[in-house]
């Protein structure tokens, strides 16, 4: 089993920053894939970006490329997504999941092996 811990998030202005973390401990030397879905209230859990274990290739949706990135360290067993240029449409609660194989901009919520808790990101126009 994996474990997945969730921080930051918060309430911010359109146009400023904050920085999610998620911190996976347990059987973590099986995960290939781990990354950051978000879902907004009456809306289905969207891709939002995703880092491969191995040569730390990294994906993002559209609707946040250029805004978003996202990064891992190794040592802390730690991944993290800061998020730039916020707009009030990405509000919505911010899980982290990771995953035994390997996905990229195709990862869908339904082929998620480990689901953290959630943290909510409000962006205020």
Do not use: H
């Amino acid at each position: 089993q994996v474990q997945l811990v969730e921080s930051g998030g918060g309430l911010v202005q359109a146009g400023g920053s904050l920085r999610l973390s998620c911190s996976a401990s347990g059987r973590t030397f099986s995960l290939n894939t781990m990354g950051w879905f978000r879902q907004a209230p009456g809306k289905e859990r969207d891709y939002v970006a995703a880092i491969n274990w191995s040569d730390d290739s990294q994906s993002y949706a559209e609707s946040v490329k250029g805004r978003f990135t996202i990064s891992r360290d190794n040592a802390k067993n730690t991944v993290n997504l800061q998020m730039n240029s916020l707009k009030p449409e990405d509000t919505a609660v911010y899980y982290c999941a990771a995953d035994r194989l390997l996905y990229g901009s195709r990862w869908s919520w339904n082929k998620v092996d480990y689901w953290g808790q959630g943290t909510q990101v409000t962006v205020e126009s």
